[in-house]
């Protein structure tokens, strides 16, 4: 992600900085009638007809350079949150576009940063400091030209001095490297620690540790201040001996030109211009040498960002997925998280539509083989095939468009009930919804509620019961009337009223014609499934209907028995 792309791919920005530099060259000409008005007091060559032709042409300069700073200002704004707006969207997208297993490699506070904090930073710099450094450059070399015309020894001098911004930059972009990269790491940690404290905070409350008894945050925290202090302890100071050299102009200015005015070697007013001059020329050298440091920590921003677009996604031929079938075949397929360790382990099993039901312990891979179907994750080895289509090369997206899922941690955005539900399907009309509601059990909910379907359920539904919430889900998946359902636990920590409603819901869906896997702990829920797969250890130990499994008496033997015993 190079920065001449974004800049180039709106020309505003690139107008915006043209603007700042002839800003920059009529405020340098500014200069010049100062010298002039000066120059005749001094020499007694001032009169009334002579002001007044300065100051009108005074006047026009400050009126032309109004109008190119308001628009140059205005398009730098226009054209910077364009550039953050396309960034954020080519992040966005490549975060969708990301294989799940990168995920596992990002801390939830990079994601947050790389698309807040860093492209608010690119903005900033963008819209402000790019055309601030083009301007004062140019205005500095104007201001030195001057100089060295008016007085030539001066002149030198106060580029000789100007020039020392380069060790001094050098050894404040080394710092800022170093301490500013340890800072943003350390940032991306705080604001994972602390979505995950927002996100737990009734737990944390519940166990007394809310607040400033949070250990974490408050080391965290901690954190964040010690690195901010050491990068302003390292990085100012090289800043202020950089200001302190470059006033130092100004005197060597006075002293130079004050010998060669003694010994009339100059007028007075070229000698009070190159002491005005030296000053301003000091103080703008002093400008850009913070906004080119400010230009450092977009760099760093632009590193962030360029890591994470530069990480490779998912690739797939433009193969059509049109199955004539929705049977699912697992062949010899293995899968692992963590390289080494297996998660799955040579499966193989085929599922025809009706209902099939995975049961086995936790940990033993149940919600893994739901995703391989969904293909959030790719296998490691084998082949995994849906109406006889192996996936493996086929778009995710395209898959995902035949599958409907119900978790049992629902994730509802922060809107209204029939957005979240409509979700499912854009087009759907009102009374498609209504109709999902009411075969998902939650219509006379939902009317019961003071602004109905246009309730606001709050952040991640934080309004609405756990039983709520799971029917809306249901009702999503009803809307969505995908060939291919994945239910997940979806009627654990229910209580008895939301348990039966659920399951209720869940029964219409079974009444229709679709391949649905459902995963249960509960197998009650799962007694009258047409095929029960018994996953232990990431492998399938058993499969058959409850009955046949019964018989068996194995490993689906031994769990129905201890269900029935704890009642």
Partial sequence: MENSKWIKKDKKLITSISLNIVEGILTGSVLGFVFMIVDGVFNDSFNLERLMSLSLILGIVFIIRFILYSIGYTLGHIGGSSTAKDIRLTLGDKIRKLPLLNFSKYKSGEFINALTHDVNSYEDILSHKSGDIAKNITLSVITLISMMVMNFKVGVWCLIIALTIVPFMYLSIKLVNKYAQMKKEILNDNVSDLVEYISGVQIF????????????????????????????????????????????????????????????????????????????????MCTIFVDLTSYKNLMISKASMDKLVGEKEEVYSTQDFKP???????????????????????????????????????????????????????????????GGIDIKDIDSEKILKNISMVYQDVFLFNDTIKNNIRFARPEASELDIIKACKEANCHDFIVSLENGYDTVVGENGSKLSGGEKQRISIARAILKDSPIILLDEATSSLDIENEYLVKQAIARLLSKNKTIIMIAHNLSVIK????????SEGQILESGSHDELIKQQGKYFTMWNSERALG
């Fill in 528 to 535: 009258s499934a047409d095929n029960i797969l018994v996953v």
């Fill in 205 to 284: 409350r519940s166990y007394g540790l809310g607040g400033v008894k949070n250990k974490k945050i408050n080391n965290s925290l901690k954190a964040i201040s010690d690195i901010s202090y050491k990068f302003e302890s390292k990085v100012v100071p090289v800043g202020c001996i950089y200001n302190t050299v470059e006033n130092l102009s100004v005197p060597l200015a006075m002293i130079i030109g004050g010998k060669q005015w003694i010994n009339n070697g100059i007028s007075t007013s070229q000698y009070i211009m190159c002491t005005i001059l030296s000053f301003f020329v000091s103080q703008l």
């Fill in 324 to 386: 004539n079938s929705y049977d699912i075949e697992f062949k010899g397929v293995s899968f692992s998280y963590i390289k080494g360790s297996e998660i799955l382990q040579d499966i193989h099993f085929n599922i025809k539509g009706g209902l099939t039901a995975i049961v086995g312990d936790s940990g033993s891979g149940k919600s893994t083989i739901l995703n391989l179907i969904s293909k959030f994750y790719e296998a490691d080895k084998g082949e995994i095939k849906i």
